[in-house]
């Protein structure tokens, strides 16, 4: 079945350094892939999402491409702020026309001043 | 102003008691879910309905049972055979696209 994989956390990182957090997903089809956040004691946000190949998705500085070849979609940000600080969930839906997602764990960022 | 709803923010459940989570939704989507957050394992889906009148067990769905009279409304009930029901919940909704809103959630603890 699908399934999605990420880097365990917590990532602890100062405010400004460049940020990676790896996601890989196993799956049939093509399905669309997204990256939600949470900040504590609140829902889940959808940061950004790519619903096919090469696509790039970005908001508020956060950047993923969907890499068919190596079934990954990392989030990457330039420059965190503490701001940032919050639980990030990788996410993809089925290809079978129905939106059922299946999420990873979730990797906690820290950033510090 | 559009959104979801769920209520309480947080309940207390003594050993023995069955209670109901509120779902409230005027986004006008058709399809609604139920997930379980505990810590280190993401989120785990309990039940979810792709339009009123039907529901399906999602991967945990053991010791809950859910209602979907209104296509606005998806209470959750957590039930007594529910063992270990300790756990933040969200709910989440779908429309046309296939990005789910959620909720702000509710956590339960079990006194």
């Known amino acids: 079945g699908n399934s999605v994989t990420q880097m365990e956390g917590p990532v602890t990182l100062s405010e400004e350094a460049f940020l990676t957090i790896n996601c890989t997903y196993t799956a049939t089809g093509y399905p669309s892939l997204f990256w939600y956040v949470q900040y504590p004691g609140e829902g889940l946000q959808l940061l950004l999402k790519a619903t096919k190949a090469d696509d790039k998705g970005s908001n508020k500085g956060f950047e993923a491409t969907y890499r068919k070849e190596t079934t990954s979609f990392h989030l990457e940000k330039g420059s965190v702020q503490v701001s940032d600080s919050a639980v990030y969930f990788c996410a993809l839906s089925g290809a079978n ?8 764990t979730g990797t906690r960022l820290l950033v510090s001043p | 102003d559009g959104g979801i ?7 207390f459940r003594k050993e023995g008691q069955n209670v109901t989570l509120s779902c409230e939704q005027n986004l006008n989507h058709d399809a609604m879910y139920w997930y379980r957050q505990d810590p280190g394992q993401g989120l785990r889906l309990i039940y979810y309905s792709q339009i009123v009148n039907d529901f399906q067990k999602g991967d945990i769905a053991e010791g809950y049972s859910v209602s979907r009279e209104k296509k606005e409304s998806f209470p959750l009930t957590v039930t007594s055979a529910q063992k270990n029901p300790t756990a933040f919940y969200l709910c989440a909704t779908t429309g046309q696209g296939d990005e789910q809103f959620f909720g702000p959630g509710t956590r339960l603890t079990v006194l």
């Open chain 1, 97 to 104: 026309g129905f939106q059922k997602l299946v999420f990873g």
């Open chain 2, 5 to 11: 709803t769920q209520s309480p923010k947080y309940l």
